[in-house]
């Protein structure tokens, strides 16, 4: 297992269609929102960065870049 996860390749979304778990490509499993925050922080993701809602919940977001297709908004749910 290579220490860097990769771009996320899915995502799974609750009922209201926020992300809660992300698929990267270097990962089997799907990854909890709060690990990929973790994960994200310490340079182990790529394509993705950290935000904060006002309520001050962490969540990850794209790291904007020519291509839309490979947006979390845009990518398979699992
Ligand atoms: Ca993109």
């Not at 993701?45 to 908004?73: C, F, H, M, W």
């Amino acid at each position: 297992m290579t220490d860097n996860a990769g771009k996320p390749v899915a995502v799974r979304k609750d009922k209201d269609g926020d992300i809660t778990h992300v698929k990267f490509k270097n990962r089997d499993r799907m990854t909890p929102v709060d690990q990929a925050v973790n994960m994200t922080k310490q340079g182990k993701t790529d394509g993705i960065r950290v935000n904060k809602t006002g309520g001050g919940k962490e969540y990850v977001q794209d790291i904007p870049d020519a291509s839309k297709k490979d947006n979390l908004a845009n990518l398979p749910e699992k």
